[in-house]
């Protein structure tokens, strides 16, 4: 018997991927099954990492997306080669371990797809991923900088948030924007345990109305990979990364301030406000430099990453 349920509104079914990819990652898997097989009665750990490595997807073998180019075409930096941000993602709802995220992503499910606009507008909606895409797809390449002192620059293909906020109506009373991750429970994936998923984070209206508030759809002319946060995710670029909620599900507008996921697990460790300064140190380590990740350089961390956002804190 076929077993067929209708998928819920945040259920995605397939994903972005072309036909080459399935390809190249089912042969990298038979290879590394190989050399895994032979290297696991020796080493297991090593066995395990080359399979997760071999199921790991590269931006290259996602589908293309196009957006027109920006006002912010250059972040100052070369590009992060797409290779370092496919396989080195944050992604806590699989797991804490970096490397093994990209291959744990292929269970992500992220077409079609729908976000949730509702709370204090006056227009709540359920907007599909292609009617998001199809307010405008800007490129705009931005600097990002992790909590955790490594950065990227990161061509993002996106949506200014605030055209989204436009179409909504914001009512007088709102002052904050929420924003929920999908739910990886209800989507059959095994998160840590002990944390308050979804992932949820929150700006202030301002925050989420400034232009360069982006929600992205893809980076390096391709659709994100799940493991980047398919198909949709938050980019603050002045906020630490922790910010950039991936894989959205649900944008709520509200009076009061909304948790943040981190912030929530740790307030001594993650600040709700998050914007990027080197002269505050993290707890356990010194905000003032980071890793350039793709390269062997460190730079200077700017205050507020470098953008100019001092409207928003006059
Ligand atoms: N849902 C969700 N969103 C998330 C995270 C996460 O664990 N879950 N990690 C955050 C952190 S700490 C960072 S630095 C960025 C990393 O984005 P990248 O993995 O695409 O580089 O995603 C952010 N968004
Ligand atoms: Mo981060």
Sequence with gaps: MVFARRARAWEPVGRPLTD???????????????????????????????????????VEESAPLAGAPSAWRDAGRPLTPPRAVARFPNYFELGGEKRAVPARARRLATEPWAVVVDGLVERPERWTLERVLALGLEERVYRHRCVEAWALTVPWIGVPLRRLLEEARPLAAARYVAFESLDPVAAGLTPPEGFPFPYREGLTLAEAAHPLTLLAAGYYGRRLLPQNGAPLRLVVPWKYGFKGAKSLVRVTLCAERPPSFWNSVAPDEYGWTANVDPSVPHPRWSQAKERLLGTNDSVPTLPCNGYDVGSLYA
């Design 20 to 58: 080459e990819a399935v390809h190249a990652a089912r042969r990298r898997f038979l290879v590394a099954l190989g050399a895994g097989g032979a290297a696991a009665s020796l080493l297991a750990v090593a066995g395990r990492r080359r399979v997760e490595d071999a199921l790991a997807l590269d």
